[in-house]
């Protein structure tokens, strides 16, 4: 009752406010029940509301309704901004449904909202007399639901002359119950196959297929709203020129330590599996395919330090005392990759896209490490520290792969971005999960996003904000890609789909002045990709980091200073004392700082009067 009280407040506040964009749009949905006799349609009525607003989604429905109605809600919100080129927290998004008697749980009002949400958003009325069902899936498209018949009668009921059903359900297999009642009671079930477009025509009403939001667009309002497409080239020289450097001296320092290993272990297991990564590592790297070739000779180094830890943990006369020094061998590799990220952002954030991906990869390392100091089982325990070691080495990569540009985005955009892009996440998650729960659909898969969520939450906590950004992201798109194959058979049609919109997305972000070399890197993994849904995932990501860098762009500053980019060298040596400092980085510090006398205290007083002001001065607006 509280939830709803407070939804009802701040959605009369809104509306009351200067800022209210419009009154909102009234769109029918339609869902079933179940009843004695089986299934049964319900026609219900929607206003959606979007205000000028920070990016809240607010859901009132009467009564309480199902976690995938709320997850429509928010995934018909980012859709709609996102088939209008938008900024989502530049709004607020208010859906107010009224719910007659008790339906039964789906998804299938997620594209009526959307398309409600676009027509708010651009202020364009809705035909009457049409009504669809079909839920809305992250990409854009129109997902499969159930119940299509009884959903079809009701709408024939209230006088529809235009049903719309997801693409491919033009003919549906629906549970009958009949009963028999000669001599005892005996309910029996059976399945029967509808065609609902001859239904539809018995009831007077057209049926439609559609498999996109903008199809539904067009039925719903007229309105054309066309994809934009890029032809041009993705894998720029400005992009390998960057690239290649790195995955050069990878592939000579791996090169080294298979080298060392094959003259030191030449019977050990692990030396086939590493000549095999490295194998494909060269070929990725002959390819000009350089982000999957510092991949595959990431996955090489950390299969080689492994197996010379594994051997000197055999060969040590004081086993404890060795892997004490490997933990603490682990932990001056972390602190390294640290203190270049500090270095490298002393005069802020100036490529939120390496900073991220630096952020996350030390983000996992420590988590790593963790794990690793509670495992018993040796093997277990020496795999994480040799992945912590080689995972935190991968962040000062990531430092040297930044191309600053002159401007910083201030730390406080950055905090609040990443706390929007969490709870989304979160949210979207929670979301992918209920309907996995329905359908049953990919159990092996559908943890993905829990630990980007998991290291997102910890950056947030450590002030890692662009590396909870883009781990936020990352389980969103994980998530969303899950929602967006459930029920679907020809999944190659949706990794078209995708690789086309990164490319648009990315090369949106070049017009800009930006170049998203993490976004080309998703972009050219998932090009190596063959897993559909290895493939959508890299491509979605792609894009979304591509999107969102340009948001991040548009609150940048002017800065006056050069990060200090670390410098890593070839590798040394494959022995090694485990105390000794790791021999295979060299870094270059900084030694000059800026130090400005109560700066923190100056800043802290100027960000309080300006959040003062501003209360004043919404204070004042709503008197």
Request: negative net charge; aromatic residues 8%; proline residues 4%.
């Amino acid at each position: 009752m509280t939830y709803r009280i407070l939804c009802i407040f701040l959605l009369l506040l809104t509306i009351n406010s200067v800022y209210a964009l419009e009154e909102g749009v009234s769109v029918p949905l339609v869902a079933d029940k179940s009843t004695g006799d089986g299934e049964e349609g319900l026609l219900l009525g929607a206003e959606v509301i979007v205000t000028n607003g920070t990016g809240h989604v607010f859901v009132d429905t009467n009564p309480y309704t199902q976690v995938d109605l709320q997850g429509s809600a928010r995934i018909a919100a980012m859709v709609a901004s996102d088939v209008l080129g938008v900024d989502e927290k530049a709004y607020d998004f208010y859906y107010i449904i009224d719910i007659s008697s008790p339906i039964i749980g789906g998804p299938s009002a997620g594209g009526a909202l959307t398309v409600a949400t676009i027509a708010a958003i651009n202020k364009w009325p809705l035909k009457s007399g049409v009504v669809m069902t079909g839920m809305i899936n992250p990409d854009e498209s129109i997902g499969p639901v159930g119940g299509i018949p009884f959903k079809l009668e009701a709408a024939a009921a209230k006088n529809a002359t235009l049903f719309l059903i997801p693409e491919g359900q033009s003919t549906v297999t629906v549970k009958k119950t009949n009963t028999d009642s000669s001599g005892s009671i005996i309910t029996i079930d059976t399945e029967e196959t509808v065609d609902v477009v001859e239904l539809g025509k018995k009831l007077n009403v057209t049926v439609k297929e559609v498999s996109t939001i903008q199809d539904v667009v067009r039925e719903f309002t007229g309105y054309e709203i066309t994809k934009p497409t890029y032809k041009g080239t993705i894998l720029t020289t400005q992009y390998m020129d960057l690239l290649k450097p790195l995955a050069q001296n990878l592939k000579n320092e791996s090169g080294d330590m298979y080298k060392e290993m094959e003259s030191t272990l030449p019977d050990t297991q692990f030396l086939g599996t590493a000549k095999d990564i490295l194998d494909r590592a060269d070929k990725m790297y002959d390819d000009n395919k350089y982000y999957a070739a510092t991949s595959l000779y990431f996955n090489s180094m950390y299969t080689m330090r492994f197996a010379q830890w594994n051997d000197g943990y055999d060969k040590a006369a004081d086993k404890e005392q060795y892997l004490t020094e490997i933990i603490n061998r682990v932990e001056n590799q972390i602190n390294f990759s640290e203190n270049d990220l500090r270095n490298f952002t002393l005069y802020g954030i100036s490529d939120a896209e390496a900073v991220g991906a630096a952020e996350s990869r030390i983000t996992a390392a420590k988590v790593k490490l963790d794990e690793a100091k509670k495992l018993t089982d040796t093997q277990e325990k020496i795999t994480s520290l040799a992945f912590a070691h080689e995972r935190a080495r991968t962040a000062q990569w990531w430092l040297t792969l930044a191309t600053p540009d002159g401007k910083i985005v201030p730390e406080n955009v950055l905090k609040d971005r990443a706390g929007w892009y969490l709870s989304q996440a979160q949210s979207i998650n929670t979301y992918m999960f209920a309907l996995v729960s329905e359908t049953g659909s990919h159990p092996e898969i559908i943890g993905g996003a829990g630990e980007d969520l998991d290291h997102a939450q910890k950056e947030m906590e450590r002030g890692y904000y662009a590396g909870a950004i883009f781990d936020s992201l990352q389980a969103t798109t994980k998530a969303s890609t899950m929602i967006g194959l459930l029920g679907k058979t020809d999944a190659q049609k949706k990794v078209e789909e995708s690789y086309e919109a990164a490319k648009v997305a990315i090369n949106e972000a070049r017009l800009a002045g930006i170049e998203p070399t993490l976004a080309v890197s998703a972009y050219e993994y998932g090009e190596t990709m063959t897993n559909p849904y290895e493939q959508i995932s890299q491509y979605s990501y792609a894009r979304t980091i591509a999107k969102t860098s340009i948001v991040l762009k548009s609150h940048s500053i002017a800065s006056n200073q050069t990060p200090v980019k670390p410098v890593i060298t070839p590798y040394v040596s494959m022995p090694f004392e485990p105390s000794a400092p790791a021999p295979n980085v060299t870094v270059k510090r900084s030694k000059t700082k800026i130090e400005v006398p109560g700066f923190e205290a100056v800043m802290a007083v100027s960000i309080l009067l300006l959040f003062i002001a501003r209360r004043l001065y919404k204070k004042n607006i709503r008197k």
